[in-house]
């Protein structure tokens, strides 16, 4: 036996019992009289988490990491392709129980937190839960994007200004700025997107084809054109959705 097999039998031994996390959470399931149904998604390359498994209905869902240097349960809580709130705990049963409430019903995460004072709200929780995730998005990237990713700054201020884009909601992935037509993930790539190539300069892309360069009210109006016919309010879901 290894040393890292002797800390795991150590730390888990109610898993080692039952083969996996993915039956042991079965059966912690079954205790609560859930229908809820287990999946296991272990890795075997993964280096800080032991195990993985997922909980699943309908639009939400929940992911379940045990932790390889000390017994703890850490999972999420996501409703329609947003990650609201996450949890950690020692025991089996009490995060059973959370995901039981969450995945199994309609609760807010505030009603979740009341049952379960472990669970933690993502700073946007209340907004994607009230419909506001959009406009709020547009606050914090007005608020802290500029500091952050400079270059970005003169586009940002332009595209916030016009409504077309204003409805949509906005991510970056690395230096890129893009646009979803749904607030949750995956998004839709079917808008422009734009990275900065100097101090307001910009390229526009649709996917891989460059739809031109310039400054920043040159790379707006060339975003606006791109954008898919009929293109309006970014909608609560995913791009599987749309």
């Known amino acids: 036996m290894t040393k890292d097999e002797g800390s795991f039998e150590r ?132 608020a802290n994007l500029p500091a952050q990713m400079p270059d970005l700054g003169p586009f940002l201020l332009a595209a916030a200004a016009r409504k077309e884009l204003r409805q949509l909601f906005p991510f970056t992935s690395h230096t890129t700025f893009c646009l979803s037509r749904c607030t949750g993930y995956p998004y839709t790539h079917d808008t422009p997107s734009v990275s900065p190539r100097g101090h307001d300069d910009y390229e526009v892309r649709l996917g891989r084809r460059l739809l031109g360069r310039g400054n920043a009210q040159i790379a707006v109006e060339l975003v606006i054109q791109g954008l898919p016919q009929g293109c309006g309010p970014a909608v609560v879901g995913t791009a599987e959705d749309l």
């Open 11 to 142: 730390l888990y031994p109610d898993i080692i019992r039952a083969g996996a996390l993915k039956v042991a959470l079965q059966a912690a399931l079954r205790d609560l009289g859930s229908a809820l149904t287990v999946v296991d998604l272990t890795d075997s390359g993964q280096r800080n988490f032991v195990a993985y498994a997922r909980v699943e209905q309908g639009a939400r869902f929940s992911q379940i990491y045990m932790a390889a240097k000390e017994r703890l349960f850490l999972f999420d809580f996501w409703d329609r392709g947003v990650m609201l709130a996450n949890a950690r705990s020692a025991e089996l049963a009490a995060t059973a129980s959370a995901i039981h409430d969450w995945v199994s019903s309609t609760r807010r995460v505030a009603e979740l937190r009341a049952r379960h004072p472990f669970v933690v709200a993502e700073p946007d929780a209340e907004d994607h839960e009230q419909g506001k995730a959009v406009e709020a998005r547009w606050r914090e990237y007005l």
